[in-house]
């Protein structure tokens, strides 16, 4: 998925804290222009830009009918991993690594961009009985890997029963399930669904110098003491007693749970690019508007507008992301 804000920029995002869980706040992105697709994105936020190397997180649906229209033309990415998941609807990928892949729900598909690669995404379903609903994320490469070439994977996970709860683990480990799927860093992605009135203590496979997030997408989530609404992203730091998930409501919830060890390296990210600098961001964005073969070229894609092209630099230098891992860390 783009970041399709036309001056993307850091914008000031409202937290709270709780008995150690901070509680990340999203804002409303549009994906795609004035009939876009209403994304609710919890990451980056100013003063907390990754969870481990999660660096992205968008959360958009349940759309449905028409709106439930996704079509994103070809554009760019450097130096990250896609993680593409959903929970009803589908999408058609297309990238310049010649794969032409389905996304659908409860099925991992994780794109490396590494040095350069080209994306389009368009949901298939349409009509009044049409539902998009899921989530796009990001995962930073490490420096020793973010020139690495491009590549994709695919992986549906089986349920893995749990106390009140099953879970999807679509990356890394846990409860005994584990993710084929190649990541640069150790990370924990998973989809957990928790019955009503369901308490859960997330302790097999957890790494205690993981940091972790859980992301609300229904239900009445409690994280620890903790309350989130829907699309709230709740934040433990590392070296805390293990995730403790209740879904206090009379309906079935849903969370997806991330977490993965402190991401120290300082990030430039901008549009849909993530460097180590301002020059780096600067020649990405040229390499792009001069079609590049750093990137590739999509085939297939039936859009209206070929590509997209990149939004204007800001008038001042971009400037490394806070590293908040870093403190958590130390």
Excluded at 207 to 218: E, S, T
Aim: contains cysteine; hydrophobic residues 40%.
């Amino acid at each position: 998925m783009s970041n399709l804000e036309a001056a993307p920029a850091e914008v000031a995002c409202s937290a709270s804290q709780t008995a150690g869980i901070e509680v990340l706040h999203p804002r409303e992105v549009p994906l795609g222009g004035p009939r876009a697709i209403p994304v609710q994105r919890t990451l980056p936020q100013r003063h907390r830009s990754l969870i481990g190397a999660w660096c992205f997180l968008d959360h958009y649906g349940p759309v449905t009918g028409p709106a439930a229209r996704m079509d994103v033309p070809p554009h760019p990415h450097t130096g990250l991993q896609t993680v593409s998941w959903l929970f009803s609807g589908e999408v058609e990928h297309r990238d310049s690594a010649g794969v032409h892949a389905i996304v659908r729900p409860g099925e991992l598909n994780l794109m490396t961009a590494g040095a350069g690669i080209c994306h389009s995404e368009v949901s298939l379903q349409s009509g009044s009985d049409s539902v998009l609903h899921g989530a796009q994320l990001w995962v930073a490469l490490p420096d020793a890997a973010r020139h690495t070439g491009r590549d994709f994977a695919h992986y549906a996970p089986e349920p893995t029963a749990l106390p009140g709860a099953q879970a999807r683990v679509f990356l890394g480990k846990l409860a005994g399930s584990r993710s084929p799927a190649h990541t640069f860093t150790p990370l924990l992605g998973a989809q957990i669904d928790l019955e009503p009135s369901a308490a859960l203590d997330i302790d097999i496979d957890i790494d205690q110098a993981f940091l972790h997030g859980v992301l609300c997408d229904a239900g009445e989530i409690e994280i620890g003491k903790t309350a989130l609404a829907v699309g709230d992203l709740g934040y433990q730091g590392p070296g805390r007693t293990t995730p403790h998930l209740a879904n206090a409501g009379v309906q079935p919830g849903r969370v997806l749970l991330l977490g993965g060890p402190p991401f120290t390296e300082e990030l430039v990210m901008w549009w849909n690019f993530v460097g180590r600098n301002h020059d780096e961001i600067v020649t990405y964005r040229q390499l792009w508007q001069a079609r590049d073969e750093r990137f590739g070229a999509v085939t297939g894609y039936q859009g209206t507008l070929a590509r997209l092209p990149a939004p204007p630099l800001p008038a001042t230098r971009l400037l490394p992301r806070q590293v908040s891992n870093r403190k958590d860390a130390e």
